[in-house]
């Protein structure tokens, strides 16, 4: 059974001129996620795209992470849309 845990986000912004009230995008990064859903994770974002931050190798968009999380603990496969 999944217990509750807050996965801390980040967002991305692309320069100071760009309004700052919304970010491009948000993501999370997989090293602070529960050991379970690294590997099958990472599996899954084979040869998807991935944000890529100076600095931060291995990330996720967020809306990817909670695609795979809600099939990850219903025992299915979240679809790939890219």
Partial sequence: ??????????????SDDIDKEQPYF????ISEL?????????EWLYGQTVPMIDDEPDVAYL???????RAFYRGEVARIYD
Avoid: C, N, V
């Fill in 63 to 69: 809306g990817d992470y909670i695609r795979f999380k």
């Fill in 1 to 14: 059974m999944e217990t509750k845990q807050e996965i801390k986000q980040y967002d991305f912004y692309l």
């Fill in 34 to 42: 529960p050991e379970q859903e690294q590997k099958p994770l990472k």
């Fill in 26 to 29: 948000s993501y999370i990064k």
